[in-house]
């Protein structure tokens, strides 16, 4: 393929970020233009690698444990992020390298970039990755990505590409006061993406958005949720820790494949509400709250999709979110193109009334949702979370 149409690829990936929303300033465009992403992932033609999906790069017992991330969430991240020429970036996740190379655009010459990553052939292939797309001069470590780098900080932005449930004290400590930083927070079951900003108490919320993203891994990830494969790994329920022993992954596959019936909410509520408001408010003021998804072949053969409220439009996992027991499960499903229902799976135990009930609370608490949750980390990493 020659330049003239990898570069059209490119623009092409640009305007649909752009038609999107995602991609909202020149600096941001302008990387994704020139970073040749088909260089990160060259086992793929130039014509998958630039659309707008994930691509898994490394597989554990058939269940990708890290991907070059859908460009959509990796221009809103690095939007939220706002990284500055000359500024100092860590990056906590390698993957392909991409996201270090786009970083290393938006930081210029003047600035610097380092991508810490656990798994010493990820850093290898984004090493290789890096040096053949012209980006020589970013630093990727081997290391506990939790643990961040001392001797690179302080730093003026962190930003993480693997999900955590806690933000590390170590990326707090090494973020300047001012500084940014963005992650992929699983607060409870549910993860959204969140821009902090460093200040002297610690880290303050300033946006969030809705993102699904693979779990840091390592001697440091943290163990407050855990996942509970569904009778295939990359099917899998996410719950606290705590409900998780109430919990038997067989039973559950089994309560899945059982016949399924639709009730419709109580309270009017569409599809972008179910994400942007009532998971949050279902998450954390429900212990038996539960977030559901899927990836790789049986999100493309359209195993689940009748499930599942979203393909590869939640930035590539197909994902759903309700309550569950031992017996039960309740779920949103999609109805149409934008409304919902509430799909109940096993036998009967007071869940469908659960989750009415607490959809009912949340629209007469006004709706809150991502906008209106505020967001604040201590030092020591003790996190608060509020509706405004």
Known sequence: ???????????????????????????????????PRHLFVPELA???????????????????????????????????????????????????GYNAALLAELVGPSGYVETIDLDDDLVAAARS???????????????????????????D??????????????????LRDGGRLVAPLTIRSMQKVVAFERTAAGLESRAIV??????????SASEETRTIALGDPAIVLRVLTAHAGTLDGSGLAHVLRAPAYDTVPVRRIGLEDTWNGFSLWLALTDDASCRLT??????QDGTVPNLLLGGESLYGTSATFGICSAGELIVFARRGSYEVVLRSFGTPAGGLARM???????????RPGNAQLRITVAPDGTMRTAFA
């Open 1 to 35: 393929m020659t330049q003239q149409q990898l570069t059209g690829l490119r623009a092409r990936l640009v305007a649909h970020l752009r038609a999107r929303g995602d991609v909202r300033t020149e600096r941001v465009a302008a990387a994704f233009e020139r970073v």
């Open 46 to 96: 130039p014509e998958e690698v630039y659309t707008d999906r994930s691509i898994a790069i490394k597989l554990q017992d058939g269940v990708p444990i890290s991907s070059s991330s859908q460009p959509a969430i990796m221009a809103e991240m690095l939007e939220m992020l706002a990284p500055a020429a000359g500024d100092g970036v860590l990056e906590i996740g390698a993957g392909s």
């Open 129 to 155: 990755h890096l040096d053949a797309a012209g980006y020589p001069h970013v630093r990727a470590i081997c290391a506990d990505g939790a643990r961040g780098d001392p001797h690179g900080a302080a730093f």
């Open 157 to 174: 932005a962190v930003i993480a590409t693997v999900g955590v449930e806690r933000i590390p004290p170590a990326w707090i400590a090494q």
């Open 210 to 219: 809705d993102a699904g993203f693979m779990m840091l891994r390592g001697p």
């Open 294 to 299: 899927a990836s790789g072949p049986r999100v």
């Open 356 to 366: 009415q009930n607490a959809i009912a609370a949340w629209d007469r608490a006004g």
